[in-house]
């Protein structure tokens, strides 16, 4: 089968009422067992996971042709699928390999799809996938599960999710339920000011890059009723999330997720992430080897989408360095979904020494915020950038705010990554108008240009 890529629809509006009547009838039929899955015994959770897993795996191999020809070629016998053993004997699939197939070798056919949703490419590469309504309608309810999980005070069908995004989510409302408003990323920094004052959101969800420019025009968001906020598609750490929860007065939580494999792992209000078990089910493998490595241990993050058999996700890998810590370790939350270390960024998102060793891009990020605590640098609006390029030297790219920079600043900045670099990389300094890579929609503070195998 070949389609016309241009006539195949994209993420299609939810909002009428067959779509509302299928997700609300869903909701009343499952809401207490999907609201309660993350209070069940590891053990339970576990034995779901690989039940699904197999349903999947099935499926893949009798529908997808990507996974028909892997599972052959690597002498998989579907018929005898039952362990976690059989399944880390299964063969990872890679971006490429999904870009590469769309849409012919990753789905069953034109009917087994509703739409499609694609990554916005923070990689370079943009990747689209087929999802079906019966994904799309469990990911909304998980979504309304995310908003009660991390919100600190009681969440009800009346409260409302402001959007600052790219997009509207496809569904405003269940009935009128768990309103779901936008307002534009792209608009003018007041135009989310006022929707905040009119709207009265419960809840917050918007990049942080974008909490951040609104912290120069606003200042507490408690007052217009809003209780927390939830920071995604970007990478932040605790102290930055620490800094919005002091000058706006709310919590502020992060969300990993992606495109691909939806969401990951949710912060919690006890401020651990805890990866979303029922969502996609996530394994960490060692960089070279691509072997599953103990708790505890940092490697690439391998997901399986749970949810959408329209594209199956099974063992797929996007590039992000993580760590799970574990199923045993206990938290005030409540969850018993394993732990895991906050994010590290994506592979492509760290720099690679030359003697091998990778410096995950949160490291950098976290050298740059210790400008202000041990350089007392001024860093109030200011923009930067962590570039590596093919010679393996390091660029740093400033746009200052309202301020010079002095040649004390610029070696105390310099200096600061003596503790990182210890191969001799050379670490060169821009100040500039504006940073030399933005694309799309995301901002990449950290990004290396040296081709790895």
Not at 40 to 45: A, D, G, L, V
Not at 248 to 272: G, H, M, Q, W
Not at 305 to 320: F, H, K, S, V
Request: aromatic share 12%; proline share 4%.
């Amino acid at each position: 089968m070949e389609f016309d890529y241009l006539q195949i629809r994209e993420m299609p509006s939810y909002n009428d009422p067959v779509h509302y009547n299928k997700i609300e009838c869903l909701m009343e039929k499952e809401w207490n067992e999907i609201n309660n899955f993350k209070y069940r015994s590891y053990t339970e959770i576990n034995a779901w996971q690989l039940e699904r897993i197999r349903e999947l795996v099935i499926y893949a191999y009798n529908n997808i042709p990507l996974y028909r020809r892997k599972y052959d070629e690597a002498g998989i016998d579907i018929a005898k699928f039952c362990s976690w053993k059989d399944f880390e004997s299964l063969p990872i699939i890679f971006k490429e390999e999904i870009i590469k197939g769309f849409p012919d070798e990753i789905v069953a056919n034109r009917s087994s799809y509703t739409h499609t949703v694609r990554s916005s490419g923070t990689q370079g590469q943009f990747v689209t996938i087929g999802v079906s309504d019966e994904a799309f309608y469990r990911d909304t309810i998980l979504g309304i599960r995310q908003f009660k999980y991390q919100n600190t005070s009681v969440f009800t069908e009346q409260d409302c999710v402001l959007f600052i995004y790219g997009s509207p989510w496809a569904v405003s409302s269940i009935n009128g339920k768990y309103r779901h408003d936008f307002v534009s990323m792209y608009g003018n920094i007041e135009e989310c000011v006022r929707a905040i004052q009119s709207k009265h959101p419960t809840v917050i969800r918007a990049y942080p890059s974008l909490l951040k420019r609104l912290t120069e025009v606003v200042g507490r968001l408690d007052i217009y009723g809003v209780k927390s906020i939830i920071c995604c598609s970007e990478p932040s750490d605790r102290r930055f999330r620490n800094m919005l929860e002091k000058h706006f007065s709310v919590t502020v939580l992060d969300e990993y997720a992606s495109e691909e494999l939806t969401r990951i792992a949710l912060e919690c209000p006890y401020k651990n992430y805890h990866l979303e078990e029922d969502s996609c089910y996530a394994e960490i493998v060692d960089i070279e080897s691509k072997k599953t490595v103990p708790y505890g241990t940092q490697g690439l993050l391998v997901g399986t989408n749970l949810l959408n058999e329209a594209t199956p996700l099974i063992r797929y890998c996007q590039g992000d360095i993580a760590c799970i810590i574990g199923e045993d370790s206990e938290c005030n939350c409540g969850s018993h979904f394993r732990k895991m270390m906050p994010p590290a960024g994506r592979l492509l998102d760290s720099i690679l020494t030359k003697d091998g060793c990778i410096i995950p891009g949160s490291y950098l990020i976290e050298v740059a915020y210790n400008w202000l605590y041990y350089q007392d640098i001024p860093l109030h609006g200011w923009q930067y950038q962590i570039i590596q390029e093919e010679n393996y030297s390091v660029h740093v790219y400033i746009v200052p705010y309202k301020s010079s920079v002095s040649n004390k600043m610029k070696q105390d900045i310099i200096d600061s990554f003596d503790s990182l670099f210890k191969d001799g990389t050379k670490v060169i300094l821009h100040i500039v108008d504006k940073l030399p890579y933005v694309h799309g929609k995301k901002n990449r503070v950290v990004m290396s240009r040296v081709k790895r195998n």
